[in-house]
């Protein structure tokens, strides 16, 4: 019986890493669309451009623009909760002017997570509007 529940086991374990890993970029991405949503709304709220700033690996900041330069609201490194998530977008720069539209963007913007063979994005609307897609 034991020998049995073993073997289950060891099958069972692919399986159980490829869940992990889609719940790992699902998750990332998720807290992209978040933070991308709360720049937006604090770029309306404040009423200046609020830029979301895609850095190396699993690297983003959220910086509100002012006219003597910029406060950094937020760093977020995605890898210290989600190991081994990285980033990649359309543009390095994504800024949202006080209406809460995207700004200097040639239209639809996309930010990935990556983990290994696993991605999961989320799309930035000319308007504004951000959603996930799988």
Do not use: C
């Not at 399986?15 to 604090?42: C, E, K, Y």
């Not at 959220?62 to 990285?86: E, H, N």
């Amino acid at each position: 019986m034991l020998v049995v529940l073993a073997i289950a086991a060891h099958i069972a374990a692919p399986a159980m890493r490829g869940v992990v890993v889609r719940n790992q970029t699902r998750s990332a991405i998720d807290r992209v669309a978040a933070d991308l949503a709360f720049a937006r709304m604090l770029a309306v709220r404040e009423g200046r451009t609020v830029s979301f700033l895609v850095g190396s690996g699993s690297r983003y900041t959220l910086v509100v623009r002012r006219a003597a330069g910029a406060d950094t609201v937020k760093r977020v490194t995605l890898a210290q909760d989600y190991p081994s998530v990285r980033l990649s977008a359309t543009a390095s720069e994504l800024s949202f002017n006080s209406r809460g539209l995207l700004q200097n963007a040639a239209g639809t913007q996309v930010i990935r997570a990556h983990v290994g063979g696993s991605a999961d994005s989320v799309r930035v609307l000319p308007i504004g509007q951000t959603y996930r897609e799988n």
